[in-house]
């Protein structure tokens, strides 16, 4: 069953491939650049994702074909002798995958975003091997495809480098919010106080009015005092002269005599 299930697998591959070569036969040959990681490390039992995107030139069209080969590292491996499909994405849809991986590969790429990435989990001793990631995309059809060591490994056995630079990193970025925290907390501090005591002073000398400047005192103008009756008004003063002897070689004196405008006002 697995046998007929296989060369099902490689009849599509190769009408695919068959397909791809009508094509670029007619049309100008271009080619196709894909990416992979070079080195995967994962632990035993948990969830790798093998990515692998692709740069071409031509629109992504209902025609493209990706295709993910798997050669084991393991001699006694049944797939340690050449590639074998253990993923295949043509016409919009994937194609049943070899058992081994039938239920442990899934594609989580996006056609259109030129990612064709896929998930392998979990992840087993029996998938250490390299991987080659593959894509056509006619008339864009020409490229290298691109692989990836696969390490499956115990959790002791992970890299301690990558972790601790990793932790390193977090702990370094937490800090460093943290001091931006303390010092705008401590600004806003400073600022809140400031503008509670500018206000009080403003409070304050709105409150009490300024000092006025001290006036001198002006002399009070005494009313002239006058002698006159109510109702008149003093006249002219007018100095004459009397004669108290009769002689007329008495000393003549000037005395002032007012006369008295008794007229009414």
């Given at each position: 069953?697995?046998?007929?299930?296989?060369?099902?697998?490689?009849?599509?591959?190769?009408?695919?491939?068959?397909?791809?070569?009508?094509?670029?036969?007619?049309?100008?040959?271009?080619?196709?650049?894909?990416?992979?990681?070079?080195?995967?490390?994962?632990?035993?039992?948990?969830?790798?994702?093998?990515?692998?995107?692709?740069?071409?030139?031509?629109?992504?069209?209902?025609h493209i074909t990706v295709a993910w080969n798997f050669q084991s590292s393991q001699p006694d491996n049944p797939f340690s002798k050449a590639p074998y499909v253990i993923f295949y994405f043509y016409d919009g849809k994937p194609a049943p995958a070899q058992e081994e991986f039938k239920d442990r590969v899934q594609f989580i790429g996006d056609i259109n975003k030129r990612d064709v990435s896929i998930r392998l989990n979990p992840a087993q001793f029996s998938d250490n091997g390299t991987y080659f990631c593959d894509v056509k995309n006619p008339p864009d059809y020409k490229g290298t495809s691109a692989r990836t060591e696969l390490r499956v490994v115990l959790r002791e056995s992970l890299p301690r480098g990558s972790t601790t630079v990793i932790m390193g990193a977090v702990c370094g970025v937490l800090a460093l919010l943290l001091l931006i925290l303390v010092a705008v907390c401590v600004i806003m501090k400073v600022l809140h106080n400031r503008?509670?005591?500018?206000?009080?002073?403003?409070?304050?000398?709105?409150?009490?009015?300024?000092?006025?400047?001290?006036?001198?005192?002006?002399?009070?103008?005494?009313?002239?005092?006058?002698?006159?009756?109510?109702?008149?008004?003093?006249?002219?003063?007018?100095?004459?002269?009397?004669?108290?002897?009769?002689?007329?070689?008495?000393?003549?004196?000037?005395?002032?005599?007012?006369?008295?405008?008794?007229?009414?006002?």
């Open positions: 069953m697995d046998h007929k299930r296989h060369d099902t697998l490689s009849t599509r591959v190769l009408l695919a491939g068959f397909v791809v070569l009508i094509l670029s036969a007619s049309t100008p040959t271009l080619a196709i650049e894909i990416f992979t990681d070079p080195e995967v490390i994962v632990e035993n039992g948990t969830a790798c994702v093998l990515r692998c995107t692709f740069k071409s030139d031509e629109v992504v069209s209902s503008h509670d005591y500018e206000g009080c002073i403003n409070l304050e000398n709105a409150r009490t009015p300024p000092p006025q400047p001290i006036k001198e005192a002006e002399p009070k103008l005494e009313a002239p005092t006058s002698t006159s009756p109510p109702g008149q008004v003093q006249g002219p003063v007018i100095y004459v002269q009397l004669d108290h002897s009769g002689s007329k070689n008495s000393f003549h004196k000037m005395e002032p005599v007012v006369y008295a405008d008794i007229r009414k006002n």
